[in-house]
């Protein structure tokens, strides 16, 4: 162990510290480990460093070894814990050519660039190690970090290195990466490079236009004849046509397009104005300067679309670390232990066959559909169905993916391959293959509509007057009113109102698929929730003891009892007692424990005999049960031969969930569909103010048609929930949001992402969004108005290019400091009660006192 | 006010630079990912052979990311 003299400097700043308060933290990842007066486990210390683990250390001597301390000196202590190695063969199923196809990016002969999402990248120093990691082996070649994606893309050689190598590389140093098979197909960047190319080319003909165009505008022409010579002028017209032919073709390409496929489609869009306003601009400029009868719009032409441009990028705000289009795929491993003739293997999941057995352990996703072949399991649906509770299965069950076990090792045998399971079938519904929304449904088309062919009457009319009057004029009008018409400002108001409202929103930790779903927010009027993990917190919850109270000798008893056992709910029910069991007396002699696998367990400890378990148990024990609750989550308890009551699982209500509902129930219809048995009917129903709308086993398919069927009677919905079981019922609301604990978790398929601590703010969401659509609008009147100014000058045929260039940016600027502005002031008048805790964390939640203005729209 | 005829076309050229640079950082990814660099910068190594002393302002670089 070489540790070099600057290093010594580091550690020791780092040990003053901590011998004042005598304890004793990992000096890699700052885990606590006791202090030093109390002693602590000693086996990982190297010289005075202190490690929580083996895999701590094991990273410490790797990265001294090969001169990467300045890790510790840009973070101290604040490595990733790394506990147990895993097995050396958990990656080896990517080196299969079919897997490693779909994290490989680019591949050769000598060098291999792959891409891991690496959720526990978290630092500067996290940024700096994965960045040196061509340091740490040999064949590892460069590194980039892409930190807001959490993503680490490595190249290297595979003649040296194999791809599995690599993985168990980034593992061992705590940076285990993410496989999961959805990530693999991301998006391309949102903001496509191409409109950024669109935008530069545009502004950089429109302040080279606008050069040109000053010396005419401000009569230099007159005063400074040498200047104002007409070559000047025909040079200035001649370079500012050929400036304009890149943004005509290229940076209005997209306008061109949109017009000519609404066209097609026989419906009018907001294009087609736009459209036909810079053909008109450019037709009319052309003809000027040809003809050498003016200096033509140019600059006005580039300037909107500049400006119509930067719309577009503002409007496609994205959230980096947040996907809106997760499937199935996602939530499950990308690969599975196999078991085989020669033992285990791990292979990806895509390639189990019907008939292969599996191996599942604690905590890990069944894969596909498959029947248990091990005596137990304890299966927790609770994200496939919405049970809040794990049921008990026994050998030759039928279980389902998507289930979870609980408790240890089981083995499978697969029925059905992974692409055709119970679950994954859900997927292959209508609701997930029509694209959501109508893209020409949207307010700016639908008042573009009626504009359009207003303007259309007006340009007609003016040419028809003028062609009687002064036949000369007749055009100029025409292409006038088309071109002060031309609805930039209009086209602005939406982008930049929405997607201001999409920013302040994120901000509140509510992230929108995209701007346009603020519109459909405004509209919903009916509120769909599910309730485990949505409305309940998702840890299934706390066990409350109901029945004859016990004294704190029986509870010991029940506690030492409990602690034999390793099925999930004794475990649970020991974890409880554990808190109010004085544990001074704890590890008294336990005697006869017997464990009756499906009924409960027994034994005796001081002097106690405990049994806990079933209720048909107990009475089949010959024990008088006192009638009262049913519930298969609960666990009954005899004392003495005495029946006790039980320990009942309840799942705690989020905070706030009450204040919610009732305050959306003001002005909507609110319902809960809830997959889970009716056991809080009666809670619930007072939340709800009553069972009308309480709906409780419900299967993911029963939740869509349930959604389905409100749509047909008339209902927007807006569908709340969290687990696979809502996807369908998220993909077929109008709205969905998909509630998630942190940041980054997994979701469904949505079109809102709300941070769990943020459901409080859903009524805001929804009358924010109602004062969104309104700002909208608003935007649309002060457009307006200056088109009628526009259009009055524009219609006697005397539209000067100076008026032009002064009324275009300067509607476009208004319309845009008023939707930007306004929307701020609505965001911050909806969200006062969360503001100034923009960084409030999900472990620190928001006390959210909702204001009385929230639950109206207003 | 003959100048003008080289000004022009020079002016233009240099504004037709930056396009072309603006233009060259775009196809090169740099507004691909503007988050790690500002980072990457605060762990970039003054002489990466030597173990310089360090300062505690390096440690006290923000953590809560």
């Known amino acids: 162990m070489q540790a070099t003299a600057g290093i010594h400097s580091i550690i020791n700043a780092g040990q003053t510290a901590r011998f004042g308060d005598l304890a004793v933290v990992c000096f890699h990842c700052g885990t606590p480990g006791g202090t030093r007066s109390t002693g602590h486990d000693t086996a990982n210390t190297l010289d005075e460093k202190w490690f929580c683990c083996a895999g701590c250390r094991t990273v410490f001597e790797l990265l001294s070894e090969h001169g990467l301390n300045r890790f510790y000196a840009l973070t101290e202590r604040n490595g990733q814990p790394v506990g147990v190695a895993a097995g050396a063969d958990r990656y080896t199923f990517l080196d299969s050519p079919e897997v490693r196809a779909r994290f490989v990016h680019y591949s050769d002969d000598t060098s291999t660039r792959v891409t891991f999402r690496v959720p526990a990248l978290h630092c500067v120093a996290c940024v700096w190690l994965l960045e040196n990691l061509f340091r740490l082996k040999p064949g590892i070649g460069p590194s980039t970090v892409a930190f807001v994606r959490k993503e680490v893309t490595v190249g290297f050689d595979p003649r040296v290195i194999r791809l599995a190598e690599v993985a168990t590389l980034l593992e061992s140093l705590g940076y285990p990466p993410d496989l999961n098979l959805a990530d693999l197909e991301r998006p391309s960047n949102p903001i496509s490079r191409r409109l950024w190319l669109q935008v530069a080319v545009a502004g950089f003909a429109f302040g080279n236009t606008m050069l040109f165009s000053l010396p005419a505008y401000f009569g230099l022409g007159s005063r400074l004849d040498t200047f104002s010579g007409p070559e000047f002028k025909a040079m200035f017209g001649w370079l500012s046509l050929a400036l304009s032919i890149p943004v005509v073709v290229f940076s209005a390409a997209d306008y061109w397009r949109s017009c000519l496929f609404s066209l097609r489609q026989r419906r009018m869009s907001i294009e087609v104005p736009i459209a036909a306003g810079i053909a008109a601009l450019w037709l009319q400029s052309a003809w000027e300067v040809g003809f050498g009868r003016g200096a033509g719009y140019f600059d006005s032409l580039a300037g909107l679309l500049f400006f119509l441009l930067c719309g577009r990028i503002f409007q496609q705000k994205t959230f980096d670390r947040i996907s809106f289009d997760r499937d199935y795929r996602s939530f499950f491993p990308l690969s599975v232990l196999r078991m085989t003739a020669y033992g285990e293997e791990r292979v990806a999941i895509d390639r189990l066959g019907i008939g292969e057995r599996i191996r599942i352990r604690n905590g890990e996703l069944i894969p596909a559909d498959a029947t248990l072949i091990t005596d137990a399991a304890m299966i927790d649906y609770s994200f496939v169905t919405g049970e809040s509770e794990p049921v008990p299965r026994a050998a030759g069950d039928r279980l389902y993916a998507g289930g979870r076990q609980v408790g240890g090792t089981i083995e499978l045998a697969i029925t059905k391959p992974v692409s055709q399971s119970h679950l994954i079938s859900l997927w292959d519904r209508d609701a997930f293959r029509k694209p959501k929304g109508d893209a020409f449904d949207t307010l700016t088309h639908r008042y573009s509509r009626r504009f359009t062919w207003i303007i259309l009457g007006i340009a007609l009319a003016a040419a028809a007057f003028w062609a009687v009057r002064a036949p000369e004029k007749a055009v100029k009008s025409f292409t006038s009113v088309l071109i002060v018409a031309c609805p930039c400002a209009l086209a602005l108001a939406a982008p930049f109102t929405l997607g201001t409202g999409q920013r302040v929103l994120g901000r509140q930790g509510i992230f929108l698929r995209n701007s346009g779903v603020i519109e459909t927010l405004a509209r919903i009027n009916t509120v769909v929730f599910d309730k485990t993990g949505t409305l309940t917190l998702p840890k299934a919850g706390e066990m409350v003891f109901q029945g004859e109270p016990l004294d704190s000798r029986e509870r010991r008893a029940i506690h030492e009892i409990a602690r034999q056992s390793t099925h999930p709910l004794s475990r649970r029910l020991a974890a409880l007692l554990q808190g109010d069991t004085d544990t001074r007396f704890a590890g008294g002699f336990v005697a006869g424990f017997r464990e009756h696998p499906g009924c409960g367990i027994e034994g005796t400890s001081d002097g106690v005999a405990v049994r806990i378990g079933s209720r048909a148990w107990l009475a089949a024990s010959g024990i008088e049960l006192t009638p009262g609750g049913d519930g298969t989550g609960s666990l009954w308890i005899a004392l003495d031969g005495r029946f006790r009551g039980g320990f009942v699982l309840t799942s705690p209500l989020r905070p706030e969930v009450e204040d919610l509902v009732r305050n959306l129930g003001r002005s909507r219809r609110v319902e809960l569909l809830s997959g889970d048995n009716e056991r809080e009917r009666e809670r619930f129903a007072a939340v709800f103010g009553g069972t009308g709308h309480l709906q409780f086993h419900q299967s993911p398919a029963d939740k869509l048609n349930h959604i389905r069927r409100l749509q047909a009677e008339g209902h927007r919905v807006m569908m709340v929930g969290d687990g696979l079981n809502d996807a369908g019922a998220l993909q077929q609301g109008d709205v969905g949001v998909a509630v998630i604990e942190e940041a980054g978790a997994f979701s469904p398929a949505s079109d809102v992402i709300i941070e769990a601590s943020r459901l409080p703010q859903l009524a805001a969401l929804l009358s924010f969004s109602i004062s969104a659509v309104r700002v909208v609008r608003l935007s649309f009147v002060v457009s307006t108005l200056y088109n009628v100014a526009g259009l009055a000058i524009a219609a006697s045929g005397n539209l000067a290019p100076v008026v032009c260039a002064i009324l275009m940016p300067l509607s476009s600027a208004s319309v845009v400091a008023v939707a930007c502005g306004a929307t701020h002031w609505c965001g911050r008048r909806s969200f006062r009660a969360g503001s100034g805790r923009i960084f409030a964390t999900s472990d620190n939640p928001i006390p959210a006192k909702t204001t009385p203005r929230e639950g109206k729209p207003t | ?65």
């Open chain 2, 1 to 65: 006010m003959n100048v003008i005829l080289i000004l022009i076309p020079v002016s233009l050229v240099f504004a037709g630079s930056f396009l072309a640079a603006f233009i060259w950082s775009v196809r090169t990814g740099q507004f691909e990912d503007t988050d790690t660099p500002a980072m990457r910068i605060l762990a970039e190594e003054d002489r990466p052979t030597t173990a310089a002393p360090l300062c505690d302002n390096e440690t006290g670089i923000d953590h809560e990311h």
